[in-house]
């Protein structure tokens, strides 16, 4: 399990390394483009804005662990480990609402975008933000395991630390 988990990881990175290098090479046809040749082009800019975007919520649905964050806890690493659990359960809970509650809105809204293209590129608005939609997903799992594992009895501590390579 652990080699598959691994191997996953792996390519989730792949595809952020992809993404990130999309974006840097159509920053510099960009640059080449509006400056060498004098001929701004506009798909560019949308092209280097989708990638962006993707990247972002790639990268926090598939790469990024609960303590890879920046967070204010001084008054939570001060507390109990029974206290602790239980604040982590509650905020774990409630990501979980939260995120449970918005996602069926989210999705429809992301459909909905299927009537919509971009204005350069003329790709569909749905496929354009249908990374939100598997950003929402992976937080509803990743937070539904996290409630488990905390209601098992699991140290939120120990949850956050990034597991050896």
């Known amino acids: 399990m652990d080699a598959a988990l691994r191997w ?91 995120f449970l509650a918005a996602l069926p809105a989210n999705l429809d809204y992301i459909t909905f975008y299927k009537i919509k293209k971009s204005s350069t590129l003329r790709i569909r608005l749905d496929y354009v933000f249908s990374i939100y939609g598997a950003f929402a997903v992976a937080v509803v799992l990743r937070y539904g395991l996290r409630l488990w594992q905390l209601a098992r009895g699991a140290d939120p501590l120990d949850l956050d630390r990034p597991a050896p390579p």
């Open 8 to 98: 996953l990881r792996a390519r989730a990175d792949n595809m952020a390394v992809a993404l990130l290098t999309a974006m840097f090479v159509t920053f510099l046809v960009q640059i080449l483009a509006r400056y060498v040749f004098n001929y701004p082009v506009g798909w560019t800019l949308e092209l280097c804005l989708t990638t962006w975007l993707w990247l972002v919520f790639w990268e926090s649905a598939f790469l990024l662990r609960d303590g890879d964050h920046v967070r204010f806890d001084m008054l939570y690493l001060m507390a109990g480990k029974r206290l602790r659990r239980s604040l982590a359960m509650v905020a774990a809970a409630g990501i979980l609402v939260g």
